[in-house]
């Protein structure tokens, strides 16, 4: 697997920068109280989707968990287009509908956040079982977090891919809490989770410097050409950290850890920082072009935020097509709502 060229790499810190930028514009605008629902932010993990987006080739798909604002805009999601979802808005990802777990972008083969715990997991089993029936040579990317692993949907999954032989690469972004439980407290396990794997004879790893993008994306892209010679699944665990709560509206964020235990991680294992620095160290960038990229990801966001603002609401009538069949086509099943139950 070659080393990133210090190009990808000044590509990944700008892909991460604009990924924790437009998150920091997104709590802000919550805040004032211009979006409302869920928001859930990945701000500390960026480099876990950039590296994921890198490794991954053209024919590939991901998917992924709740948490999962990062993964869309590494698909190639715009930000004006998850800005808007956000604000509920017509010209949003989903057209205002479904707000921060409505993000998919089919064109960038990303297949959507999944707030129902391991979930996304049968779904990546069938975009993994599609490529392999259709012989594309592509693998299914599927994220979740430590917390979805004890799913009993997750364990199927694992089983059937494993007998089935689906190109999946299962990726558990291991942030240490599931809302406000650490995974000592939830899961039982003797020193990581990706062990699991041993129980269905399936190929492990586990990776712990979550931060070190071109590290994690080396031992990403190897896991990811396993799958896809092999056609077997992967599991890959990765370690990584989020700075806010479980949603913006956590208000035990700093109860269930130590306000000191956030900070250590945000002095030793930022992901950005650690990138900056070894450009830096290599020089590969001045920090002048570290703040110009600030600079261009913020701009970016405002635009986006101005876009969502000036957007209009959807109707009445558009909020409910494209969710019921039955509806879109008034069938029978329609008139008596029957549909719906
Ligand atoms: C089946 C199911 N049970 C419970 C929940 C409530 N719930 C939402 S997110 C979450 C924990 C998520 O933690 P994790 O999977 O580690 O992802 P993270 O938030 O850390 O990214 C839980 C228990 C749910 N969404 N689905």
């Not at 697997?1 to 920091?24: D, G, P, T, V």
Request: proline letters at 3%; one cysteine or more; aromatic letters at 10%.
């Amino acid at each position: 697997m070659s080393a990133l060229s210090i190009e990808e790499k000044r590509e990944a810190l700008r892909l991460m920068q604009r990924i924790r930028i437009f998150e920091q514009h997104c709590l802000k605008y919550y805040n004032a109280g211009r979006l409302g629902g869920w928001l859930v932010l990945s701000i500390g993990q960026e480099s876990v989707a950039v590296a994921v987006r890198m490794a991954m080739k053209p024919g590939d798909h991901s998917i992924c968990g709740t948490r999962g604002i990062h993964h869309a805009l590494a698909s190639g999601l715009s930000m004006r287009k998850i800005m808007a979802e956000l604000f509920g808005k017509a010209t949003g990802a989903n057209a205002g509908k479904a707000g921060n777990h409505g993000l998919y972008h089919p064109a960038g083969h990303f297949w959507g956040l999944y707030p129902i715990c391991a979930a996304q997991t049968p779904i990546a089993a069938g975009l993994a079982f599609q490529m392999k029936y259709q012989n594309t040579g592509g693998v299914a990317f599927c994220m979740l977090g430590e917390g979805a692993v004890n799913q009993g949907v997750f364990h199927e999954t694992l089983n059937l891919s494993q007998l089935f032989g689906l190109p999946v690469l299962f990726l558990i972004e291991n942030n240490k809490y599931a809302m406000g439980t650490s995974e000592r407290r939830s899961s039982a396990f003797r020193d990581c989770l990706a062990r699991r794997a041993e129980a269905y004879d399936m190929e492990w790893q586990c990776i712990d410097e979550g931060y070190d993008l071109p590290t994690l994306h080396h031992h990403i892209a190897q896991a990811a050409e396993k799958v896809r010679s092999t056609q077997k699944p992967f599991l890959l665990e990765v370690r990584t950290y989020r700075y806010y709560g479980f949603t913006v509206s956590d208000a035990n964020a700093k109860k269930y850890r130590t306000p000191e235990e956030i900070e250590w991680h945000k002095e030793n294992r930022d992901p950005l920082k650690f990138l900056e620095a070894q450009l830096i160290a290599e020089n590969a960038i001045t920090v002048d072009e570290i703040e110009a990229m600030k600079e261009e990801a913020t701009v970016e966001a405002l635009d986006a935020v101005h876009f969502a603002d000036d957007s209009a609401s959807p109707t009445i009538e558009d909020i409910t097509k494209h969710v019921y069949w039955e509806l879109d086509h008034q069938t029978a099943a329609a008139s008596h709502g029957v549909h719906l139950f």
